[in-house]
């Protein structure tokens, strides 16, 4: 029996999306959310990567649509819900163009387009000569791209996350080569592999790479990743690098409601609770193709990934703390059912559905830049900036305002953020 033979079709409720190609115009004007493990996927480790998704048992939830791949005991690895298909990206480590591309077919029915991870620092990455250890292969990286370009479906999106090398000549010949395999889109982490997650962004240098790949004259949509707050912020690193959309990562971690031009304050009274509702919703048993009963919720979320989002989430000092406090003392999702109230989170789940259905036929949310983008006073300026903050940069991104970031930027950038 094929892995997909029992539940691979959709309950009736729910529509299959429209088969409609990314183009690198779907990449631009935007505030996209990074691709994260722990947060977005149940457990720490290396699940993500092309062995594991080869073997990775799909099943959908028969009420709500919700697609798993479940790895090893069953645990979800990588969620989704064909409503969310025309926005979603998976993003696979690999050292293996083959193993690359048989992971892509397994999730590409699922999703619009397949990135790989050329920028995750970690050893379980690194020493199997994935995440950034590619970005010194640039060989192997370029033909994982090659191959995936070449053997996936033209309607499947292809794009690379990188981060910049110390120098930026190499960045450039890197981007040169990742470029010409005839990707979509490339992400660019401005941080070097060795710069901790807490020292500020090189967002100076990217104005440069994203001139370099416009001048190739090819389709290319160039995404800046690295210290963006939010929408408001994501309009000044537009402005200033000339990216064609702006990613984030912690901050989205810390407040999910970033995107928005007016986010949501106290998470704890408005934004816990519905979360709490949605991860673990209904217990809905089927069949998987193992044939073994197994259980599918909405997001089936692990518990232990739940309490680390929720740990994640930003506190104000004047929040009633007591939800936050039982969520730390509680060790599965029945402890919270006296505070949580109904656990069906239908309504959630109906709202996020129609919100994302609503922006089929809006206009793109981000970001027009304008006519005046910002150039740096000189390259020499921009490039002499030092890769490693000095003392007084080394504040914590917690402790900066995005406020900090234009002052900065304006002495180095007159006119940002005007
Ligand atoms: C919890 C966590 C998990 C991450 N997992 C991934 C990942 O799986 N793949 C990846 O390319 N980057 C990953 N990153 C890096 C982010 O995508 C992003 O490049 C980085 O955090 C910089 O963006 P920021 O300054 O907005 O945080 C992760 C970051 C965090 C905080």
């Not at 990742?178 to 104005?207: F, Q, S, Y």
């Not at 971690?253 to 304050?265: D, G, I």
């Not at 959630?348 to 994302?356: V, Y």
């Amino acid at each position: 029996m094929s892995r997909r033979s029992l539940s691979s079709s959709p309950p009736r409720d729910i529509k299959r999306p429209r088969l409609i190609p990314l183009t690198p115009d779907d990449y631009r004007n935007g505030v996209m959310l990074a691709p994260m493990v722990r947060s977005g996927a149940p457990r720490l480790g290396p699940e993500m990567v092309d062995k594991a998704m080869v073997l990775a048992e799909r099943v959908v939830d028969p009420i709500s649509g919700t697609i798993s791949y479940n790895g090893k005991q069953e645990r979800a690895m990588f969620t989704c819900h064909p409503i969310e298909k025309p926005y979603l990206i998976f993003q696979v480590g690999s050292a293996d163009p083959d193993l690359a591309v048989q992971a892509a077919r397994v999730v590409m029915d699922d999703v619009s387009g397949i990135e790989l991870n050329c920028g995750c620092p970690k050893p379980f990455s690194t020493h199997a000569g994935m995440g950034a250890a590619l970005l010194t292969n640039p060989d192997l990286l370029c033909s994982i791209l090659t191959a995936l370009r070449r053997e996936l479906p033209p309607h499947i999106s292809v794009s690379a996350k990188i981060r910049l090398l110390p120098k930026q000549e190499d960045t450039l010949s890197l981007v040169e080569r990742i470029v010409n395999t005839g990707i979509n889109c490339l992400t660019i982490h401005c941080r070097t592999r060795n710069m901790r997650p807490r020292e500020r962004a090189l967002i100076h240098r990217l104005k440069e790479v994203v001139d370099f790949v416009k001048g190739f004259g090819g389709d290319v949509a160039v995404i800046e990743n690295g210290d963006c707050v939010g929408f408001e912020d994501a309009r000044r690193i537009r402005s200033i690098t000339g990216a064609d959309s702006v990613m984030i990562a912690t901050a989205a971690e810390a407040n999910p409601t970033v995107f928005s031009p007016t986010p949501l304050t106290n998470l704890e009274e408005t934004f816990i609770l519905p979360y709490l509702r949605l991860v673990r919703v209904l217990s809905l048993s089927t069949w998987s193709a193992r044939g073994r009963n197994i259980t599918c919720k909405y997001l089936d979320n692990h518990w232990a990934s739940t309490k680390f989002c929720v740990s994640q989430f930003k506190a104000r000092k004047s929040a009633n703390k007591a939800l936050r406090e039982a969520v730390i003392k509680a060790k599965g999702y029945t402890d919270l059912d006296a505070l949580v109230g109904t656990w069906t989170g239908d309504e959630e789940f109906t709202a996020i559905k129609a919100s994302i259905e609503a922006r089929a036929t809006a206009p793109p949310i981000l970001l027009p830049l304008s006519e005046d983008t910002l150039q740096p006073q000189s390259q020499s300026q921009g490039m002499a900036r030092k890769s490693r903050p000095d003392r007084g940069q080394r504040k914590t991104r917690e402790r900066r305002r995005p406020t900090d970031y234009w002052e900065e930027d304006r002495r180095h950038f007159p006119g940002a953020g005007t």
